[in-house]
Each structure stands twice: as structure tokens, then as C-alpha cells.
């Protein structure tokens, strides 16, 4: 067991070339002594996008609900995950200057992929 106790640990990263450009993502899930790899990207995508769908997939990769512990350099997906996401589905998924939220599939699949885990 690691320093986090009975916690599944999920390192994500995404990058693109050019933004937007073509785009890459990975995750790197650990629990209990295991490893478990994912990776994936697109064509025509962009830094923000790859970011998130690392998250995703890492969350979404897990069979039963955990205690999580994401590790992101992303900031978009830190404060949007634990800052703006209330304030994005009050509005009617608008910023708060009324904008449409950018992404917001991916912030839709990702507040679902959350919802069961800690």
C-alpha cells in the first residue's frame, strides 16, 4: 500500500501540437502495487481537450467506486473540476459572462465519471 492508504492514485497528462493540432493524452493508474497504462488522442483536438479526456479515461477505467487521488498540471481541469463546474450547471452550462462553457461534453462526461468516487 502506498503513503495514501486504501486510495487509487491517477497521474494524467495531455499535450497537442499546435492548439488546435493533433493531440495525445495518457494516465497512469496505481493501487495497491499495480499499474495499469492508458493513452489515446486525436487528429484535430486541443491541449484542454487532452487534458481532460486523460482524467476520463482514468476515472472511467475504475470497475467499482474509490477514493481518488488525480494528479493534473492542467489548471483548466483542476479549477474547473473543483471550482466552476457548480456555477457552469446552475447557469445552464454558461460562464458567468453568459458564454457557453467551452468543452462541455467532456465537463458533462467528466462530472459523470466522478460522481461515484471520492
Known sequence: MDDWGD???????????GNPGPGGWAA??????HEKELF???VDTTNNRMEMW???AGLEALKRAMSVRIYTDSQYVLKGAT??????KQRGWK???RQPVKNSDLWRRLETAMQPHQ
Open 95 to 97: 460562464t458567468a459572462d
Open 7 to 17: 486510495r487509487v492514485l491517477l497521474f494524467t497528462d495531455g499535450a497537442c501540437s
Open 83 to 88: 471550482e466552476w463546474l457548480a456555477g457552469w
Open 40 to 42: 489515446g488522442g486525436e
Open 54 to 56: 486523460a482524467v476520463i
Open 28 to 33: 497512469l493508474l496505481r493501487y495497491r502495487g
